[in-house]
């Protein structure tokens, strides 16, 4: 029993009901059950949301199966002859097959401690009760938890119908010969990076002058040169202002006025919350201007009862910081452990060719943040010297001036990603130069670079850059 906002008695369903079976969702279910929560999960699809189904997981499977080309060119330096093709319905399969055993895990993860499944579609009708679509059943909960995800928003122009998202682009029934990508962000540079591995004679059109807008400039510019090398064909300050079907070819107007046809167009223009139609308007929940759920430092909403995590809120769009958000939702709530995500430093990755890890500021970013050094390494990655391959890895290291406090590491080339997740726990305790150039350096390896610099590359002295 609970007591309503007026004192009186009210006996609910359950305490918990969560919309949205996904990485957050998942752990805020998971957790409050654990700590003897009442819990019940809704989902209209399937079990792990987009990260597990037809997102992170199926695309850095993908981002592998495009890898092996690259691998294969270079296995003659190292004395392999290799004779190998590709089969694209046998990648769809394996891909399936290893989401549905995740979703198996999911599920059998909620059951465990007694969280409640119930596959349809709910919408919100007060401040503590949800409707079932499907059946038309009505439950009520002491509190709601919003983690329906987001979506990819497709542009609205004519014949847009005719185009995927990355939804549809892992199912695919057969590999295109030849595919447009529009977007600059993570989505598109990945997607572009696994069709031009498979042998998909792809082009990326972007509105802006270079990808991954917000990153670092020399991660940028290295991976606009590693995508064209690696066959990418790259169209700037461009978007497509229609789409029409001739046949089984899809065919492009771009803003110029110029028209080619393609066997796919994607759109990878961005995500939007999964808030339309979801009637948290009934209940009083304050969205913000691009559709999302406008919380606090502890996930709550507007309406009390409320809470919502993840992509929902338009936080920070990463598995990880939504499972973080669902579990300290639960710590809070049900635990009486009162804890906030830090939202300021969380390293990312972009699974391109060349791969990319970051953490904390860019540096055009600390340069306004006082006197900074900036540290730079450039250099072939050592299983590319046996080769002709020329690309290039790239570290940056952006620190206060006179071996202060690291502000931000970039890094490009082989396993980036990897690499950022260890120094991140450095960055996020606050490590300086001088911790770095503490570390001996493991040989021979990439990330012995980062501490092993000597003197900085260049420097920010009064906002103004100087050497270089």
């Keep these: 029993m609970t007591m309503n906002d007026l004192g009186t008695s009210m006996a609910y369903d359950y305490d918990l009901l969560v919309i949205g079976a996904g990485s957050g969702g998942v752990r805020a279910a998971r957790m409050s059950a654990t700590y003897g929560a009442k819990v019940a999960i809704i ?21 592998y199966a495009s890898r092996f080309a690259d691998q294969f060119d270079l296995a003659p330096s190292f004395g392999w002859q290799v004779d190998a093709r590709f089969d694209w319905p046998t990648l769809v399969a394996a891909k399936e097959k290893e989401i549905t055993r995740l979703e198996s895990a999911y599920t059998a993860n909620l059951e465990k401690p007694g969280v409640e499944i119930i596959k349809e579609r709910a919408v919100v009708t007060g401040p503590n009760s949800i409707k079932l679509l499907g059946s038309g059943r009505e439950l009520t909960a002491e509190r709601l938890l919003i983690a329906t995800g987001s979506h990819p928003f497709i542009p609205n122009i004519p014949g847009a119908e005719f185009g995927i998202t990355s939804n549809e682009a892992f199912d695919l029934p057969t590999l ?51 995508l064209t090398t690696r066959g990418v064909r790259l169209i700037y300050q461009t978007t497509i202002a ?34 339309t139609g979801l009637g948290l308007e009934t209940a009083g929940v304050k969205l913000n201007a691009d559709g999302s759920v406008a919380v606090d430092a502890y996930s709550q909403s507007s309406a009390p009862s409320i809470y919502a995590v993840g992509d929902v809120t338009g936080r920070a769009q990463l598995t990880p910081v939504a499972i973080r958000e669902g579990w300290y939702f639960a ?67 952006i620190t206060e001036k006179n071996e202060g ?49 000597k003197a900085p590359s260049y420097i920010y002295r009064d906002g103004k850059k100087a050497g270089g």
């Excluded at 977007?183 to 509105?207: K, S």
């Excluded at 970039?410 to 991140?424: K, N, R």
Aim: proline content about 4%; hydrophobic content about 40%.
């Design 176 to 226: 295109p010969k030849t595919i447009l990508i529009e977007g600059g962000g993570y989505i598109a540079v990945e997607f572009a990076t696994i069709f031009a591995g498979l042998g998909v004679d792809t082009t990326l059109i972007y509105r802006g002058d270079r990808v991954l807008r917000g990153f670092d400039e020399d991660m940028r510019i290295g991976l606009e040169a590693g």
């Design 331 to 397: 710590e809070t709530v049900y635990n009486n452990k009162p804890q906030a995500v830090d939202h300021s430093i969380i390293p990312t990755a972009v699974f391109s060719e060349p791969e990319i890890g970051v953490v904390g500021l860019n540096e055009e970013e600390a340069a306004t943040h006082g006197d900074i050094d900036v540290y730079v390494a450039r250099f072939r990655p050592m299983q590319n010297t046996l080769s002709t391959r020329t690309e290039r890895m790239v570290l940056k290291l």
């Design 43 to 63: 989902e209209e699809f399937r079990v792990g949301g987009t990260c597990v189904i037809r997102g992170c997981v199926p695309k850095k499977l993908y981002v």
């Design 405 to 453: 406090k690291v502000l931000g590491v970039h890094i490009l080339g082989p396993s980036a990603a990897e690499m950022i997740q260890l120094v991140g726990i450095a960055v996020g305790m606050g490590a300086t130069k001088a911790d770095f150039d503490r570390t001996i350096a493991l040989h021979p390896s990439a990330a012995e670079e980062l501490v092993t610099f």
């Design 242 to 275: 229609s789409l029409s079907k001739m046949g089984e070819a899809v065919h492009a107007t771009f803003s110029d006025g110029v028209t080619a046809p393609y066997d796919a167009v994607m759109f990878a223009t961005g995500r939007r919350a999964n808030t």
